[in-house]
């Protein structure tokens, strides 16, 4: 009977301490200026990218900068050769623009989202298709002082890595 009523107080307890830290944790969330500031920043303690430990440099290429849209020439061109065995080759990249830099709050690693046309020639036909990409600094180890494209061309989303319509490369 001891242990039951411990038992009894112990969850008792456990659902009241819940109940009061969530009272706190809609206050802070008022306080803080609503619900949309929960992503990322301090709500959840995490400083702003360029200030942990291993810091990011929060340097990331503008859109139309020449190694990216080379590196997405370059990545596509090799795909559809090797891995599909196919004629399609980016011939140009044009009417790039930027869509947002850091979307949602500093304390998440630097990116910049964008959308520009492809020129996609196969043989002497050639079609122009969105591509949505997003440029980010390397996850790599240590300090690497590189940048990741990550790319997707609509209508040649052949494994769907960000259906649909590459809709998940932006943001």
Excluded: K
Excluded at 4 to 22: K, P, R, W
Excluded at 25 to 38: E, I, K, N, S
Excluded at 49 to 60: C, D, T, W, Y
């Amino acid at each position: 009977m001891r242990r039951t009523m411990t038992a009894v107080t112990a969850a008792l307890v456990a659902t009241i301490g819940m109940a009061v830290a969530g009272a706190a944790l809609a206050a802070d969330v008022t306080a803080r200026g609503g619900p949309d500031d929960r992503l990322g920043g301090w709500f959840y303690g995490a400083p702003p990218a360029e200030e942990r430990v291993i810091p990011f440099s929060g340097e990331v290429p503008a859109c139309d900068a020449p190694t990216v849209l080379a590196t997405i020439s370059a990545e596509f061109n090799r795909r559809e050769a090797r891995f599909w065995d196919s004629e399609l080759r980016v011939v140009g990249i044009e009417e790039v623009r930027p869509v947002a830099f850091r979307p949602w709050s500093d304390s998440f690693f630097p990116r910049r989202f964008c959308t520009a046309t492809a020129a996609v020639a196969h043989g002497p036909v050639v079609r122009h298709h969105r591509v949505n990409y997003l440029v980010r600094e390397e996850l790599g180890i240590l300090a690497q002082s590189s940048h990741d494209v990550e790319w997707c061309v609509v209508g040649i989303e052949r494994h769907l890595h960000a259906a649909p319509n590459c809709e998940m490369m932006l943001p």
